[in-house]
């Protein structure tokens, strides 16, 4: 019988451990996370308003339930207090490493790191309610917010600087930042990106959704469209491209009425300074107009302009973190491998696999991750007769125990669900989520 960790419990770790079940009718895998929640960036990254791909948690849910699936939260692998690599490798016949992309591209640029410049991820798991976030005071005084980067993270972060208390208060956001976002001052998000907007990296259905939020206008500068070649012939554009332009050309030439709040995307520009306000934090964003270079890219043209801000979040995408005793490739940002098997020196590394984005990197929606967790998931079975046949812990739980690590199981993690419950009660709102670690170990100890 083949007994498998796999770490993270996202959607890669839960597509993995839902093939490897189905594939293999005896195989038993462990589901470990690093922190007491299962479900990763389904739990911490899809925005709170989004209700219909938060509900895909129900299906990871199933798979966490299996009879032979177990859920292990609270055990960090690698890293100074962690559990080493070598020393996991030791207790199953084989580890798949679904990490994600923990971290944030850098702009490199001066000012990046001024107080009220964050990186959207930092906003993101604040109003996600992430055990690590801190309370930065995203929107002390803010009026206007520049945005940088034009993908499906940057749409998010625009819309929830936008919605009102009403439409918050149904979602499991934590009651502080939802009094935060409900009383905020904002009244102009600038979304800006480097090149056209034919190369933005939103989808369309993401992109709509900005024009029907209420009291809030979308302005686009019909000469931003125009300096974009491919606007001249949008039926030569992939599909996906051409319904973004259509939208972006709709909201150009729609009259300019009353809103109280306004969404500007703007294009052609490149982040090139941060600047301080009087204050010492932020004030401005200098950007560069760019100009189309024939082949996709934008070159820049020595002209400037600087929107005033006193909030900058940077969307310019995740990047994956190496793991100690990993094999990592810090240009791309993911673990070498070849069809899910880890590469150490060009060669497969008997019993280590990797699946989703430090497989792949940053990309793609959930559902990729499935056919992505398949793939490794038949190389690891193609592997298993070799792999099976080593000595390992009959259960793993007593070695993590004797390592000093108690996990929380099932049913603390259920305990902590009944407690988000609760507390969503008292607040009259529905389930809301708890925010920080002692109440979430608090909570999934109470059974
Ligand atoms: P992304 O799609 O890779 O977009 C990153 C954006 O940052 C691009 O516009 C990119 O421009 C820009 N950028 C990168 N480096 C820059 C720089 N130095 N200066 C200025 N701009 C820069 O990343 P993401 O928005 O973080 O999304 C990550 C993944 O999660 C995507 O696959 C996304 O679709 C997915 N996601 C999906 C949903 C959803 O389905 N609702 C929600 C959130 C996230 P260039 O194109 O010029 O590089």
Partial sequence: ??????????????????????RDP??????LDRLPCPFGLVRYGVAPDHEKIKSLQGNLRTVLEHDRVRFLGGVQ??????????RLREMYHAVVYCVGAATDRRLGIPGEDLPGSWSATEFVSWYSAHPDAADEGFLRDVRSAVVIGVGNVAVDVARMLVRGAGELRPTDMP???????????????HMVGRRGPTQARFTTKELRELGGLPDTAVRVDPADLALDPA?????ALPAAQRRNAEVLRGWASAPRGDAERHIDLRFFLRPVEILAGGNGRVGAVRFERTAPDGHGGVTGTGRYEDIPAQLVLRSVGYRGVALDGLPFDPSAGT???????????????????????????????IGTNRPCAKETVNSLLADAPALASREIPADPLPALRAAGIEPVTWPGWLSIERAEAELGARLGRNVVKLADWDTLLEAARTD
């Fill in 175 to 189: 009651q502080g930042a939802l009094d935060t976002l409900a009383a905020s001052g904002v009244t102009d998000v």
């Fill in 231 to 235: 606007f001249a012939d949008l039926s």
């Fill in 335 to 365: 673990v070498p491998n070849e069809e899910g098997r880890v590469l150490r020196d060009g060669a497969a590394s008997p019993g280590e696999y990797v699946a989703g984005w430090i497989k792949r990197g940053p990309t793609g929606v």
């Fill in 26 to 31: 005896e195989v038993h895998v462990d589901v």
């Fill in 77 to 86: 692998v690698g890293g100074p207090d962690g559990l080493p690599v070598e």
């Fill in 1 to 22: 019988m083949l007994r498998v960790a796999v770490v993270g419990s996202g959607p890669s770790g839960c597509y993995t451990a839902q093939s490897l079940v189905e």
